[in-house]
């Protein structure tokens, strides 16, 4: 995609530094450089250059780059001058090559040069997002898996996909096309045959976002439970500061609490809610509601109960509130039992019938660390090699695609309908295009895009 104007950025941090670099991209790039440097420098070669003004007179001098299409980031003319790092100095720059004659020439918007590269195929929609990811990375962790994802890691599995999708949609349409021809073998068979591939890759793909994935978004983490059983005092422990009022009245939090912190390395949304119960309080009952809403949008639920309890009792509410969320799609469930300083009890991790409980003090601190410990181990347990980074928006259209295809599935065994059938395929195909940005819309490009620092 050749595009008229040419866009220019400075692409190191402003401010004062060793080296302040400059980016130019587009159709007017080697005017550019006759303007600036005098000539066009020798193409993926460091130069020793001098930078001119329009009298010819020496602005700086440093290293200039020259990146001929198509073998450049953008995929277009690239040209890339170092000089020193005084804002003053870049600045100059800067008007010296907006201002040239006859150059339809401008100031890059935000990830402007990323979308020059993902416009002209030189990466897809997620090596764009990964490159915005490695630069936000606070852990090391995240830094690896937007590494993996820019390299392609994550991208070679929804390609695989939607390679084995366009084959079944491929003698799918050949068939209507072909519809009055004899066909010599079980059409039946075939597509049953091909929706049992698609759905095995589909669960494998599940399962290596669910497993080898890193969520960019902070792990959603809530914190739930009848009133008066600690949630707010442990939400206050974990954030280390009184985030949220403590009282010994039933229904203090109302409305739902949001505090960010970071838990051995990983990048954490703490939610406190409003304590799960019946009320005929007005605004007691909105605040439940929105508990629930949190419940059914999160990565881990921390049911807190009063340890001082009955077991029986405590075994009776753990087993009933997972009944209540069976049908919810949430990754990890950890019953925490909460007072244990007013049992003296056993301090730490125990497993019934599968279900995880944690008992800790939210008033001493006993048990916190190992609380700490047990959130983040998913997260460092996964394979450091193979991680790779998946935004929401990913997760959701790999969703969106299988639920599509079990619906195109239960609709071929009830009516038979091969151009039924061809339209969810179809349909399937551009919701995993999504993904990379084979299908895609201007909003979802200016949306994603627009997260990007200037310079990118």
């Known amino acids: 995609?050749?595009?008229?104007?040419?866009?220019?950025?400075?692409?190191?941090?402003?401010?004062?530094?060793?080296?302040?670099?400059?980016?130019?991209?587009?159709?007017?790039?080697?005017?550019?450089?006759?303007?600036?440097?005098?000539?066009?420098?020798?193409?993926?070669?460091?130069?020793?250059?001098?930078?001119?003004?329009?009298?010819?007179?020496?602005?700086?001098?440093?290293?200039?780059?020259?990146?001929?299409?198509?073998?450049?980031?953008?995929?277009?003319?690239?040209?890339?001058?170092?000089?020193?790092?005084?804002?003053?100095?870049?600045?100059?720059l800067i008007k010296r090559i907006l201002c040239l004659k006859n150059i339809k020439i401008r100031i890059a918007q935000p990830g402007e040069f990323c979308q020059r590269a993902f416009l002209n195929g030189k990466i897809d929609l997620i090596q764009a997002e990964a490159i915005d990811d490695l630069i936000n990375s606070e852990t090391e962790s995240v830094v690896r898996a937007s590494l993996n994802s820019l390299h392609g890691n994550f991208s070679f599995y929804i390609q695989k996909i939607i390679k084995k999708l366009i084959e079944f949609r491929t003698n799918i349409e050949a068939s209507i096309d072909f519809s009055e021809e004899n066909i010599d073998f079980d059409f039946n068979i075939f597509i049953m045959s091909n929706f049992e591939k698609l759905n095995d890759k589909f669960l494998k793909i599940k399962n290596i976002v669910s497993e080898g994935s890193l969520i960019r978004e902070a792990k959603r983490i809530v914190i739930v439970g009848p009133p008066n059983a600690g949630k707010s005092s442990l939400l206050n422990v974990l954030s280390c500061r009184d985030r949220a009022i403590v009282t010994d009245l039933p229904g203090t939090t109302r409305d739902v609490l949001y505090e960010n912190i970071n838990i051995h390395g990983i990048s954490c949304e703490i939610i406190d809610t409003a304590g799960l119960r019946e009320t005929e309080d007005k605004i007691e009952k909105i605040g439940i509601q929105r508990s629930w809403e949190m419940i059914k949008n999160s990565d881990h639920v921390l049911y807190v109960m009063d340890k001082t309890i009955s077991l029986e009792d405590q075994k009776k509410t753990s087993i009933q509130f997972m009944k209540q969320i069976s049908s919810y799609n949430i990754q990890e469930v950890t019953f925490v039992l909460n007072k244990n300083d007013l049992v003296e009890d056993f301090c730490g991790i125990t497993k019934i019938e599968n279900l995880l409980f944690i008992s800790i003090s939210a008033l001493t601190g006993q048990g916190i660390d190992i609380l700490k410990k047990h959130l983040s181990n998913r997260q460092k347990n996964k394979s450091q090699e193979g991680l790779f980074i998946a935004r929401r928006r990913h997760i959701h259209q790999i969703d969106l695609s299988y639920c599509e295809l079990l619906k195109a599935q239960k609709n071929w065994l009830k009516y038979k309908n091969i151009e039924l059938l061809a339209e969810s395929l179809n349909i399937i195909n551009k919701l995993l295009g999504e993904i990379t940005g084979e299908f895609t819309s201007s909003d979802l490009l200016k949306r994603i895009f627009s997260t990007f620092c200037i310079g990118k």
């Not at 070669?45 to 001098?61: I, R």
């Open 1 to 92: 995609m050749i595009r008229n104007d040419t866009i220019i950025a400075q692409v190191t941090c402003p401010g004062k530094s060793a080296v302040g670099i400059l980016r130019v991209s587009g159709i007017h790039a080697n005017q550019v450089a006759f303007a600036v440097l005098g000539k066009i420098p020798k193409p993926r070669f460091a130069t020793y250059s001098k930078f001119f003004d329009e009298s010819k007179k020496v602005l700086d001098e440093g290293i200039s780059l020259w990146f001929p299409a198509p073998f450049s980031l953008t995929g277009e003319d690239v040209l890339e001058l170092q000089g020193h790092g005084n804002p003053f100095i870049m600045d100059l």
